[in-house]
């Protein structure tokens, strides 16, 4: 198959810093969507891929699936996209569109296994996938997102994996106006979470390690802040929460959250992906709660959410970097902190 090659930024071992690269891309296939690469943000899964946090990283790692750009070739039976339009592409890149999950729109738990954007199997090239860490991308018609034009388009580029896997399980679960809704962490996702939540009407808690986030995590939308630390704040919001939405991105106690919801309701987990520390069953048991977990969500729900986002006028809180500091801010986003997402602005690999 006839390939072009574009530049691209990876790291070739779970130890080395991403530097540039030349990867190749496929020539537009008639159900292909060939997009110029104007922004992507930098998401944790990023970091665990690139360091082999979960154990099945190819390299070169080219990561990156929060990706905004605009339509340069359609091919010739593509029919919802045209030349110039702006689009969005997330965390998966096929999937086997035959499966019970796929007809019913939930791309992610293809039975098959879906094709991540990167570090999935290329069954057009051979090897893996290589994400917007690049120039450009060549994706299937299916997976590419229409992004309203009202919005922010830097901002919008976490919309493809923080919006969308923070949205998925606020519908999933249906949260609703009043509820008391929790969500663990300030980070990428955490940030999403909160302006969700605040969008669908609940009553928004900001559950962090981190005090000196208070005041942003109000003026993102959450009501009340509660110091995950501090034990009597903890105690005092004992079996109150409707719902928690846990982002942590690393193993860790779930006992004192899980003290949290009231009888009969859910945590779900979309950060940790990883063996856990012990949970008490008692916890569980006495009160029916339920821990759950959720991983992005499908290509209908995520135009959903993009749709809701053009019309709230909901976009990410960005820090704007160059390709070239993409090291430095693994570095900060290891360290919790960024405020609330970087965004690479793809001109600068063009330099
Ligand atoms: P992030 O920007 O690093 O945010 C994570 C936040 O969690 C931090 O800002 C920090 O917030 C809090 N935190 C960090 N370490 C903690 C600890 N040991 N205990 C308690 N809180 C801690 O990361 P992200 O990009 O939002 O991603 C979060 C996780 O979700 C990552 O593991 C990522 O791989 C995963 N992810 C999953 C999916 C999915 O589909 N399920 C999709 C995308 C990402 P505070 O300072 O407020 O405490
Ligand atoms: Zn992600």
């Known amino acids: 198959m006839s390939q072009v090659e574009i530049k691209a930024y990876g790291a070739k071992a779970n130890d ?27 998401c944790h899964s990023d970091i665990h891929q690139v360091r082999n946090d979960w154990g099945n990283s190819k390299y070169p790692v080219v990561p990156g699936h929060e990706i905004i750009g605009r339509v340069v070739e359609a091919g010739d039976s593509v029919s919802k996209f045209k030349e110039g339009d702006l689009v969005g592409v997330g965390c998966m890149v096929d999937s086997c569109q035959e499966c019970d999950s796929c007809k019913e ?21 051979g090897g893996h996938t290589f994400g917007g860490y690049s120039e450009s991308v060549v994706v299937r018609e299916e997976f590419v997102l229409k992004v309203p034009e009202n919005i922010d388009a830097k901002g919008a580029a976490p919309l493809l994996c923080a919006g969308i896997t923070t949205w998925s399980p606020l519908r999933h679960w249906k949260v609703k106006e009043g509820d008391k809704v929790g969500v663990i962490g300030l980070g990428g996702l955490g940030h999403m979470g909160v302006k969700f939540a605040a969008a669908l009407g609940a009553k928004v808690v900001m559950i962090t390690t981190s ?59 979309v950060g940790a992906i990883e063996p856990l520390e012990e949970m008490h069953g008692g ?69």
């Not at 791309?107 to 991540?116: A, L, P, R, S």
């Not at 719902?243 to 899980?258: E, G, I, Q, R, S």
């Not at 960005?318 to 900060?332: H, L, T, V």
């Open 211 to 269: 005090p000196d986030k208070s005041e942003d995590a109000k003026k993102l939308g959450a009501h009340e802040v509660l110091i995950s630390k501090d034990k009597e704040q903890m105690k005092a919001h004992a079996a109150s929460f409707d719902f928690l939405l846990n982002t942590v991105p690393v193993k860790h106690d779930l006992n004192p959250y899980l003290n949290l919801l009231k009888r009969d309701a859910t945590m779900v987990l």
């Open 283 to 351: 916890l569980l048991i006495g009160k029916r709660r339920t821990v759950a977990g959720s991983v992005i969500g499908g290509i209908p729900e995520t135009q959903e959410m993009l749709d809701f986002c053009g019309e709230h006028n909901i976009v990410s809180d960005i820090e704007m970097i160059d390709m070239q500091n993409i090291n430095k801010a693994f570095e900060r986003v290891t360290k919790s902190d960024v405020k609330y997402r970087f965004v690479i602005d793809m001109k600068s690999l063009k330099n």
């Open 16 to 42: 080395a810093d991403l530097e540039q690269l030349a990867i190749q891309r496929r020539e537009v296939l008639p159900n292909d969507v060939k997009i110029d690469i104007l922004y992507c943000g930098v």
């Open 105 to 125: 729109g939930l791309e992610q738990y293809c039975e098959n296994g879906m094709v991540g954007t990167y570090n999935g199997k290329d069954e057009h090239l």
